[in-house]
């Protein structure tokens, strides 16, 4: 089955942070944007609840939604698509295939795995990872140009942060929520 969905430019990321805001960031997002669900910290039942609710809400607005989880899981639950590393991604393409890196190697384990879309992080510091070095502008450029597929800017991303920046594809937890 081929994928019939484009890849969007903005992304909203769920987290344990934003939950409750999430209605909320899911109406404000331009219609067509995209929403991955990550919700780690809900056991099954809970979470797969919670992801029903959201995605209803998401689809009203045209937006891609892509769940952190496995390829069996997200075609299970009605997602667009999967997030994570290289090595969770399906071999098909009925989905779309939303893959995390942090380095070079991560990229090239990206682009191999068929990747719609890299989300490459941090690029700036992050409320997530406190005290991590981030990537900076320039080595974020540098990685995101020599990638074969688009790369979304992740890591202390806000729209003031994506101007400065100066990158069109980007997503956030706390920047948009």
Known sequence: MAKLQTCPDLWLLSDQRNDTALEAALTRLP???????????????????????????????????????????ARKWGADGVYGPASRMPHDDSLLKLVTAHNWPEIVAADRAGADAILLSPVFPTASHPGDPALGPVRFRMLARKAKAPVIALGGMTAQSAKRLDWPRWAAIDGLS
């Open 31 to 73: 219609r067509g944007s995209g929403f991955v669900f990550r919700h780690y910290h809900l056991d099954t039942e809970m979470r797969r609840a919670r992801f029903a609710a959201l995605r209803e809400l998401a689809k009203k607005h045209d937006h891609q939604v892509v769940l952190a989880d496995s390829p069996v899981t």
